[in-house]
């Protein structure tokens, strides 16, 4: 039986570079998406080959920020690949910039039918989703779940792809299990969800799950909770996770380090000015990723 202690979803050959599209934004301030992506992958010896959804000024914690959406150059931009026969071992997505650009990732999928498909699906924290969210957006999200290799929601997110009520971040494993055989069920192959906190526990929880026959079986993996919040903290975990799964670990090691390099940039993020709006500072803790290389 496949459980996230023993599932390793890939394996590195010598000193081969697996080669992951990276689907996110691009801010020029603030620490997120491929700000994190681009420098945590490439720490792992990962070939990143950016797909820009988004270029911001500086990321949506900051009252004044200006976007641009990339939606009307992307078919040309993946045409592009396709004709100089760029090959990918894996599909890396987070925030998008429209409904129209699950499209680019699905097709994605179908060009490079044997990348693996990591999905962060970036829409929302605390019960709500983010301002450049629409409904229709979070709608076509749901395309992505199915034939997803890692599904890495937080619960606001897991909530909007089920359909299921967000019930607050305090919330118990069977609530989590609900979650995970609604998301599984929509065809999911593994499931981390993310930022489960317990009143009055010191603790921060992620739940992992992976597709099999009969009872689904949810592993937990915690941590100590630090008494503050940052902003791109789950880009630095899915970012994370992904460098871990391909340094060849297994996907509970994967969670199980993306969570403790989120910890060590947090500790030492409060030296930096403005951290509160700006965000998690990882740039000092990158010898972690590389350390996984051996």
Known sequence: MNTASNL??????????????????LCGYGKCSLGVAIPVLSAAGID???????????????????????????????????????ELDGIYSGFLGSAEQVGAILRLYREYPNALRIVDPVMGDGGSKYPTYTDEMCAAMRDLVDGADVLTPNLTEASILTGIPYEGQ????????????????????????????????????????????????VEEV??????????????????????????GESLLSSVEFAGALVRHAMQITPDQPDYQVRGVSFESVLGDVTALLG
């Open 170 to 217: 305090d919330v118990d494993v069977a609530y989590v299990t609900r979650l995970m055989d609604a998301l599984l069920g929509m065809g999911a192959k593994s499931v981390v969800i993310k930022g489960i906190v317990h009143e009055g526990e010191q603790v921060i929880r992620n739940y992992v799950a992976v597709n099999g026959e009969g009872e689904t079986q």
């Open 48 to 86: 990143v080959c950016p797909v820009p959804t988004s270029l911001f000024s500086a990321h949506t914690r900051f009252p004044k920020f200006y976007m641009h959406d990339t939606t009307p150059m992307l078919d040309e931009y993946l045409d592009a690949w396709r004709e100089e026969g760029i």
């Open 222 to 247: 915690s941590s100590v909770l630090l008494p503050f919040m940052l902003h791109g903290t789950g880009d630095l975990f899915a970012s994370g996770l992904t460098a871990a799964i391909y340094a």
């Open 8 to 25: 390793h979803l890939y394996q590195r050959e010598g000193g081969y570079l697996p080669r992951v599209a990276a689907v996110h934004d």
